[in-house]
Structures are given as structure tokens and as C-alpha cells.
């Protein structure tokens, strides 16, 4: 409980008397060798959890700060979580290869993808290439077989269904 908070004039309630869900975690060892993270998945006896697994993997990368987490659901989605200090720095794993402080690749059982680029300037995989001038958001999104992208900065994104980015498979997003 923040106790600052308690006693802070003009609050619309009593937060001492309020139901919170605390949650405190310890962690041995340098937080900068091995950044601390958390996935949270609030859940209810009529909606239960869908998280499977939460484990951490080892990229190549050049980075300090570097944390990287694979999340497994019940239902067959990975979700592969890249995090780092740095936006110049990059990060290689299963043939992701991220230049960005954070970044999503997600994948579901009906083959439904998602690649989230943050405050970053690359991500590339066998299928998709994002390339960015200067550092942005950028998401791109295979929904039943129909890519879809949003970003906060002009970008490059090319796709390849094969492996193989071909002339013309690309297109800018401004």
C-alpha cells in the first residue's frame, strides 16, 4: 500500500480502506546483468488464466540490460518478448533478429502473426522485414491471411510468404 497516498488531501476515497492486490518481488543479483520482468494475467473462476508457460531465453545480442521471455499459451499462441536498454542494440533469436528497446513476435495456432516494433528501427524474420530511419512504433498484423501495419514513423515493410523477400513484395508506410 503507498501510504502517501492515504494521506493525501482531497482523495475521492479512503484508499486504506479500499481492497488492493499487493504484489512484491525480490530478486537476487544485479537487476542490469538480469532485468526483472513480470507478466501479469488477471483471471476469474468464469475467464481462467490462458498462460501456459513464461520462460526466459538467451539471444545474441551485444546489449546490457537485455531480458528475453517466451510466453506459451493454452490455447497455441508463442509470444516471443524482446527488451532491452538500448534502441541501437540488437538482438538475434530463432531468426529474429531486433534493433529496438522492445519488441512482440507472436504467432497462434490458426497461423495468425503479429510483429511489434518499439522504439526501434529493425526487426526482420523468415517472413516480414521492418525498417524504420529513425526510431518508432510499428505493427504488423496477419489476421486470416490479410496483413495489416500501423506505425508512428515512415517505414519499410517488406513481407515474404516463402522465405524469400522478392522485388516488389514491399511497400512504404508514411
Known amino acids: 500500500m503507498c501510504e502517501g497516498l492515504s494521506r493525501a488531501p482531497g482523495m475521492p476515497y479512503k484508499i486504506k480502506e479500499q481492497p488492493m492486490l499487493t504484489f512484491v518481488a525480490r530478486q537476487k543479483g544485479e537487476a542490469w546483468r538480469r532485468p526483472f520482468v513480470v507478466v501479469y494475467e488477471p483471471s476469474t473462476k468464469t475467464e481462467p488464466s490462458h498462460i501456459e508457460s513464461v520462460n526466459y531465453f538467451k539471444a545474441q545480442t551485444n546489449a546490457d540490460g537485455f531480458a528475453g521471455i517466451c510466453v506459451k499459451s493454452k490455447k497455441g499462441r508463442i509470444d516471443h518478448i524482446f527488451s532491452q536498454e538500448s534502441a541501437a542494440a540488437s538482438a538475434t533469436y ?57 506505425a508512428t514513423v515512415p517505414c519499410k515493410v517488406c513481407i515474404s510468404s516463402s522465405g524469400v523477400f522478392l522485388r516488389g513484395s514491399q511497400f512504404e508506410y508514411e
Open 94 to 150: 530463432k531468426g529474429i533478429d531486433v534493433t529496438a528497446t522492445y519488441a512482440v513476435c507472436s504467432v497462434d495456432a490458426n497461423g495468425n502473426r503479429l510483429y511489434f516494433l518499439g522504439d526501434g528501427t529493425r526487426l526482420r524474420s523468415s517472413e516480414l522485414f521492418i525498417e524504420t530511419k529513425q526510431k518508432g512504433n510499428v505493427v504488423a498484423e496477419k489476421k486470416n491471411g490479410q496483413w495489416h501495419v500501423h
